[in-house]
C-alpha cells in the first residue's frame, strides 16, 4: 500500500497511531521512553494588539488615580464585573487584572503566573527624549505601529519586516540533538502556517482549530459533500506539479491531514475539558501533541497558537472582557492538562504575545495602536506571583510615553523574552546569539540578555 492510496476510513480505523507515527518516519525506533527532560514552549499570540492597560492595572493609589484620569471611559473597573485584586507577592505592590482574567488568578496565587511588563520590539533600548529628539535620530524597528510588520517582529524577534524565520523554530534549531533521530515535528502551528514556528532547520508543520476532532476538516452536510471534497483535496494533494513550490505546500497540507488523524488515536486521547472556543480548540490540540511525546522520542518542542479580534478601536468594554475571557479559561485548562492529568508542569511553559499594546489615551469606545505591552508567562518552571521587569508610568506625555497619548516606550525587549524562554528550553549560551543576533550585537546596551522570570 503507498501512501496515497490510505483512506481517511482507514487512517482514522485501520492503522492506530503508532503504525502511522512509523511509516510517516516519525517514530523514533531507538527513542525512550518517557523522555526524562521533555520540555515545550506554547505561544499565544493575540492578534490585533492587546491593550495591556485594561489587563493588567496598577491599584496603588496614586498609579491607579493617574490610570483613571488618563484612561477616561476606557477605565476599569467597568459593568464587567470588579478587578480581579492580586499583589507581588515579593514587593507586596497590588494589582488588578481584568475580570475576563478570573480563571487564572488561582495560578497567581499558587506562584506558576506571572507578568513581564512594559515589553516591545526594540533595536536599541530608547529613552522619550531620544524618540522625540528630530536632530539625532534612533533607530527604531521598521514601521512601528503596523500590524503586519509588528506580527512578523514579534514572532522572528528581528526588528525588521524582512525576517524568514522565527525564534521558536530557531530555538527549536538551536536544540534540535535533543530529538535523536525522532522526525516528528519539532514546531507545530495549531493556527495555521506561522512564522514563530519556520525555522532554518526544523520543518514546521500547520494544523487548523478543530482538526483533532474533524481530521479532514471537510464538517459539511450531509456527509457525502465533506467525503467529495476530501477526496478531491487529496487528488489535489497527490498530483505532482512539477513545481518546487506548489510540491512543499502540498506536503505541509498532507502532514497536517495526516497530525491530525493521528491525534484521533487512543494514544491522543485526554480527558481534561477545554473551552469550545477557538484558542480552547488549539490548546487542546497542544495538549495532544505533547501526550504523544513518549511514542514520538521528541523531548523540545515549540507550538503556536492565536485568537485574534484585539483590534479594539471601538466598543472595546465588553469585546476586550470576551476576549480575555477566552484567553484564561484556555490556558487554565490547558495548565490543568499540564498538571493533573499529563504530569508535565514544570517541563511546558505557556507564554503571550501579541502585535504590540494599545494607547493609555482612549479613542471614542476604544483605543489605537501601541507599543509597549503587558504579556503572560505560565508554567511551573515560572517565577509566578510576580510582576517582572519595570511596571510604567501611566501619564500622558509621562517617561514611557513616545508621544502624548501614552503608547509606551518598551522598557524590556522582546528579544530578551524571548532569550530567557529559550534558555530555558535548553539554547545553550553560546548559541543564544546565533537565535537573537540584534540582542547580542547590543547587549551592552541592554544589560542582561535574560531575565529572572523562570526558575
Same mark, same amino acid.
Given at each position: 500500500?503507498?501512501?496515497?492510496?490510505?483512506?481517511?476510513?482507514?487512517?482514522?480505523?485501520?492503522?492506530?497511531?503508532?503504525?502511522?507515527?512509523?511509516?510517516?518516519?516519525?517514530?523514533?525506533?531507538?527513542?525512550?521512553?518517557?523522555?526524562?527532560?521533555?520540555?515545550?514552549?506554547?505561544?499565544?499570540?493575540?492578534?490585533?494588539?492587546?491593550?495591556?492597560?485594561?489587563? #493588567?492595572?496598577?491599584?496603588?493609589?496614586?498609579?491607579?488615580?493617574?490610570?483613571?484620569?488618563?484612561?477616561?471611559?476606557?477605565?476599569?473597573?467597568?459593568?464587567?464585573?470588579?478587578?480581579?485584586?492580586?499583589? %507581588?507577592?515579593?514587593?507586596?505592590?497590588?494589582?488588578?487584572?481584568?475580570?475576563?482574567?478570573?480563571?487564572?488568578?488561582?495560578?497567581?496565587?499558587?506562584?506558576?503566573?506571572?507578568?513581564?511588563?512594559?515589553?516591545?520590539?526594540?533595536?536599541?533600548?530608547?529613552?522619550?527624549?531620544?524618540?522625540? %529628539?528630530?536632530?539625532?535620530?534612533?533607530?527604531?524597528?521598521?514601521?512601528?505601529?503596523?500590524?503586519?510588520?509588528?506580527?512578523?517582529?514579534?514572532?522572528?524577534?528581528?526588528?525588521?519586516?524582512?525576517?524568514?524565520?522565527?525564534?521558536?523554530?530557531?530555538?527549536?534549531?538551536?536544540?534540535?540533538?535533543?530529538?535523536?533521530?525522532?522526525?516528528?515535528?519539532?514546531?507545530?502551528?495549531?493556527?495555521?502556517?506561522?512564522?514563530?514556528?519556520?525555522?532554518?532547520?526544523?520543518?514546521?508543520?500547520?494544523?487548523?482549530?478543530?482538526?483533532?476532532?474533524?481530521?479532514?476538516?471537510?464538517?459539511?452536510?450531509?456527509?457525502?459533500?465533506?467525503?467529495?471534497?476530501?477526496?478531491?483535496?487529496?487528488?489535489?494533494?497527490?498530483?505532482?506539479?512539477?513545481?518546487?513550490?506548489?510540491?512543499?505546500?502540498?506536503?505541509?497540507?498532507? %502532514?497536517?491531514?495526516?497530525?491530525?488523524?493521528?491525534? @484521533?488515536?487512543?494514544?491522543? @486521547?485526554?480527558?481534561?475539558?477545554?473551552?469550545?472556543?477557538?484558542?480552547?480548540?488549539?490548546?487542546? @490540540?497542544?495538549?495532544?501533541?505533547?501526550?504523544?511525546?513518549?511514542?514520538?522520542?521528541?523531548?523540545?518542542? #515549540?507550538?503556536?497558537?492565536?485568537?485574534?479580534?484585539?483590534?479594539?478601536?471601538?466598543?472595546?468594554?465588553?469585546?476586550?472582557?470576551?476576549?480575555?475571557?477566552?484567553?484564561?479559561?484556555?490556558?487554565?485548562?490547558?495548565?490543568?492538562?499540564?498538571?493533573?492529568?499529563?504530569?508535565?508542569?514544570?517541563?511546558?511553559?505557556?507564554?503571550?504575545?501579541?502585535?504590540?499594546?494599545?494607547?493609555?489615551?482612549?479613542?471614542?469606545?476604544?483605543?489605537?495602536?501601541?507599543?509597549?505591552?503587558?504579556?503572560?508567562?505560565?508554567?511551573?518552571? #515560572?517565577?509566578?506571583?510576580?510582576?517582572?521587569?519595570?511596571?510604567?508610568?501611566?501619564?500622558?506625555?509621562?517617561?514611557?510615553?513616545?508621544?502624548?497619548?501614552?503608547?509606551?516606550?518598551?522598557?524590556?525587549?522582546?528579544? @530578551?523574552?524571548?532569550?530567557?524562554?529559550?534558555?530555558?528550553?535548553? #539554547?545553550?549560551?553560546? %548559541?543564544?546569539?546565533?537565535?537573537?543576533?540584534?540582542?547580542?550585537?547590543?547587549?551592552?546596551?541592554?544589560?542582561?540578555?535574560?531575565?529572572?522570570?523562570?526558575?
Amino acid at each position: 500500500m503507498n501512501q496515497h492510496s490510505i483512506s481517511r476510513r482507514s487512517l482514522l480505523k485501520g492503522i492506530g497511531a503508532t503504525a502511522m507515527l512509523t511509516r510517516f518516519g516519525w517514530m523514533n525506533a531507538l527513542a525512550q521512553q518517557n523522555p526524562p527532560d521533555y520540555k515545550a514552549l506554547v505561544c499565544i499570540f493575540l492578534v490585533g494588539g492587546n491593550d495591556g492597560h485594561n489587563t #493588567v492595572v496598577p491599584l496603588t493609589q496614586s498609579e491607579f488615580n493617574a490610570y483613571k484620569s488618563a484612561r477616561g471611559t476606557l477605565a476599569l473597573p467597568d459593568n464587567n464585573g470588579p478587578l480581579v485584586q492580586i499583589q %507581588d507577592q515579593v514587593t507586596g505592590t497590588p494589582f488588578g487584572l481584568n475580570p475576563g482574567l478570573t480563571s487564572l488568578a488561582p495560578f497567581w496565587n499558587s506562584g506558576r503566573l506571572g507578568v513581564l511588563a512594559n515589553v516591545g520590539m526594540l533595536v536599541k533600548p530608547v529613552t522619550r527624549a531620544q524618540f522625540l %529628539d528630530p536632530a539625532n535620530p534612533v533607530a527604531l524597528p521598521t514601521n512601528l505601529f503596523s500590524h503586519s510588520d509588528q506580527i512578523q517582529q514579534m514572532q522572528a524577534a528581528i526588528p525588521s519586516s524582512s525576517a524568514g524565520t522565527g525564534w521558536g523554530a530557531r530555538a527549536a534549531d538551536m536544540v534540535s540533538g535533543l530529538n535523536g533521530g525522532s522526525a516528528f515535528p519539532a514546531a507545530i502551528s495549531c493556527a495555521g502556517p506561522a512564522l514563530f514556528c519556520t525555522g532554518n532547520i526544523v520543518q514546521s508543520a500547520s494544523l487548523l482549530p478543530g482538526f483533532d476532532l474533524n481530521p479532514s476538516g471537510m464538517s459539511l452536510w450531509p456527509a457525502s459533500a465533506g467525503t467529495a471534497r476530501l477526496n478531491g483535496l487529496q487528488q489535489v494533494l497527490q498530483f505532482d506539479s512539477g513545481l518546487a513550490l506548489v510540491q512543499a505546500a502540498n506536503k505541509v497540507r498532507k %502532514d497536517a491531514l495526516d497530525l491530525n488523524a493521528l491525534m @484521533q488515536g487512543g494514544n491522543a @486521547q485526554i480527558s481534561t475539558v477545554f473551552p469550545g472556543e477557538s484558542l480552547g480548540a488549539q490548546l487542546r @490540540q497542544v495538549a495532544k501533541l505533547i501526550k504523544l511525546r513518549d511514542t514520538t522520542g521528541v523531548k523540545r518542542q #515549540v507550538f503556536f497558537c492565536s485568537l485574534g479580534g484585539f483590534d479594539t478601536h471601538g466598543s472595546q468594554a465588553w469585546q476586550h472582557w470576551d476576549l480575555l475571557t477566552q484567553v484564561s479559561t484556555a490556558m487554565a485548562a490547558f495548565q490543568n492538562c499540564m498538571e493533573n492529568e499529563l504530569g508535565v508542569a514544570n517541563q511546558v511553559t505557556s507564554f503571550t504575545l501579541s502585535d504590540f499594546g494599545r494607547t493609555l489615551q482612549p479613542s471614542g469606545s476604544g483605543c489605537d495602536h501601541g507599543w509597549g505591552n503587558h504579556h503572560f508567562i505560565l508554567g511551573g518552571a #515560572v517565577q509566578g506571583g510576580r510582576i517582572h521587569g519595570t511596571f510604567p508610568t501611566l501619564a500622558l506625555g509621562g517617561p514611557d510615553d513616545s508621544g502624548s497619548r501614552g503608547a509606551l516606550i518598551p522598557t524590556t525587549s522582546v528579544e @530578551q523574552y524571548a532569550c530567557t524562554l529559550a534558555k530555558w528550553l535548553g #539554547v545553550a549560551d553560546e %548559541d543564544l546569539p546565533t537565535v537573537f543576533g540584534n540582542l547580542y550585537q547590543n547587549v551592552n546596551l541592554f544589560g542582561a540578555p535574560t531575565l529572572n522570570f523562570m526558575a
